[in-house]
Structure formats: structure tokens, C-alpha cells
């Protein structure tokens, strides 16, 4: 017997609510906090990978299935990496890399939209690892943030099986938050790894020479901010003194890199003996 709620307002008050829908509610309310669990725990002190088996661990338990994987997109080369995996962990470490477009992931990252595969073999998945493994379902959904693909969040079962509506927006939810989280952790692991090669582009001590004194303090414009901005300073075997600094317009990881090697070029033309203004043509061309 299915026990019935009207909504408030009288007895002609619709639709009806029954107690099956009711229970259903209250399940789906319990997995969306589930899905909350995925990455509002406090992972901040894990690196990237950590960060992503510890999600995709979540995702196993959400879903029920027996693998999960994520492949995050790389820009440059406009491929899927996979980056964590559960199950199916040969994918991270062959270095599987999937063209947008291509494929089972790739069809998603190219569409931006979930797919659900019933098939798994060649003509449905160019990663072998996938069908060689025995999965025979699959459902997959973009990792989206900001609107930019981040990647792609997959999972698997190894029996026959029917994704439902819930569970692809399920999958959908949690790839939002993972998504949201990866883009995080990229941008933090870029400004720690910023802030090494920020420092390396600092000279560690002077060279000391009778006729001068050098001094410096370096000061960031923006609080805690990273760019590649540098000095240098250093004596030429026929005792020339040299002092150059760089200023670059930008900030971050990618500005750091650039700023490196143009500090590195500047000082091997200076050691060929060129004079100031051909080595600044000559970085200029580089």
C-alpha cells in the first residue's frame, strides 16, 4: 500500500507526494551530501595526486562501481592525461594520453556533455586497458570550471548495468567539485613551484670587488605575488663588472619560466664578450 502527503491548501490541493518519493528524496538528499563529503573535507594539505585518488575513492563509494579515473586536459597538446585512477590505475602509470575528440573521453571533453557506453572494446574506446580489464558499462561527464574544461571523470562496472538520470547527475555534481578542486590545486602546486624558481632567479650572494659595494632588497608589487622579476650582478674574466635586472609583464608560474632563461641568455652573450647593447639585440632575437 502507498501511503500518500497532499501538499498544504485542502483536500483538492496537487500534486501528491507519496511516501516511495518521499524515501527517494530523502536518499538522493543523503548521496548529494555524500557528494559535499567529496571535497569539502579539508584535503588542503595533500598534493594534487593525492587529492585526486582520495576524490575518486568518494566517487567509487557514491556510484558503486568498480573504476574511476580522471584525465585532466592538457591545453598544449589538446590531450586528456590521465592523472589518478582507481581500478584501472595501469592508465596513470603507461602515461595515457587521449586526443579531444577521440574516443570514448575524448567524445566527452570534445561535446562537453555525459555519455554512457554499454559497449567497451576498440570501436568504442581507444584505450585498451579499458576492455582488457573486463569493464562493460561506463559512464563519463566533463570536469568543468569557470566554463574551461578541466578534464574528464569517468567510471565503470564490470557487470551489466543501466546508469540512471541520478546517476549521471550525480557523476556530474561531483565532477564540478573536482573540477573546481583540480583547478585549485593546479593553481597552488603553480605558485609553490613559482615561488622556487622566483628564488632561483635571485643571485645568492654578490661577488665581492674592491671598487664597488653591492645591496639589494627585493619587494614583490603585489602582496605574495610571483612574477620572474630578477638582478643579477657578476665580474667577466677580463674584469668587466656587469648589473642587469628584468622586469617582466606578468605573473605567475609561465612569466617565472620566460624570465629564467632570458636572465640565463643575457649573462652567456655578456661572457662572449659582446657589448651591452648587442647583448640585449641578442636576447631580443632570442
Known amino acids: 500500500m502507498t501511503e500518500t502527503f497532499p501538499f498544504p491548501g485542502g483536500p483538492d490541493a496537487s500534486p501528491l507526494i507519496t511516501a516511495d518519493s518521499v524515501t527517494a528524496l530523502e536518499q538522493a538528499e543523503e548521496r548529494l551530501r555524500d557528494i559535499g563529503m567529496v571535497t569539502d573535507s579539508g584535503f588542503g594539505h595533500l598534493d594534487l595526486d593525492e587529492l585526486l585518488t582520495m576524490l575518486l575513492d568518494r566517487v567509487l563509494g557514491l556510484l558503486l562501481c568498480d573504476t574511476a579515473a580522471a584525465l585532466l586536459y592538457d591545453d598544449a597538446s589538446n590531450q586528456l592525461v590521465a592523472r589518478a585512477a582507481r581500478g584501472v590505475e595501469e592508465e596513470v602509470r603507461q602515461g595515457v594520453r587521449v586526443p579531444v575528440g577521440a574516443g570514448f573521453a575524448g ?98 650572494a654578490f661577488p665581492r670587488i674592491a671598487q664597488f659595494e653591492f645591496a639589494s632588497r627585493y619587494a614583490p608589487a603585489e602582496m605574495g605575488g610571483i ?39 643575457l649573462r652567456a652573450y655578456a661572457l662572449l664578450g659582446m657589448a651591452p647593447e648587442d647583448v640585449l639585440q641578442s636576447a631580443n632575437r632570442k
Not at 167 to 180: K, S
Open 107 to 204: 567524445r566527452i571533453a570534445a561535446e562537453r556533455r555525459p555519455v554512457v557506453l554499454d559497449k567497451v572494446d576498440p570501436s568504442t574506446v581507444t584505450n585498451p586497458i579499458l576492455w582488457e580489464k573486463g569493464i562493460r558499462t561506463m559512464l563519463g561527464v566533463p570536469m568543468l570550471a569557470g566554463g574551461n574544461l578541466v578534464g574528464v571523470l569517468h567510471v565503470g562496472s564490470y557487470s551489466r548495468r543501466t546508469f540512471s538520470e541520478d546517476d549521471v547527475l550525480l557523476l556530474e555534481l561531483a565532477a564540478d567539485r573536482i573540477g573546481f578542486a583540480v583547478q585549485a590545486g593546479i593553481a597552488e602546486s603553480e605558485r609553490r613551484a613559482a615561488g622556487v624558481l622566483q628564488r632561483s632567479l635571485l643571485p645568492s
Open 227 to 265: 612574477g620572474g622579476d630578477w638582478y643579477d650582478a657578476f665580474v667577466l674574466p677580463n674584469g668587466d663588472v656587469w648589473v642587469m635586472t628584468g622586469d617582466v609583464a606578468g605573473h605567475g608560474l609561465w612569466a617565472a619560466v620566460v624570465m629564467g632563461r632570458l636572465r640565463s641568455a
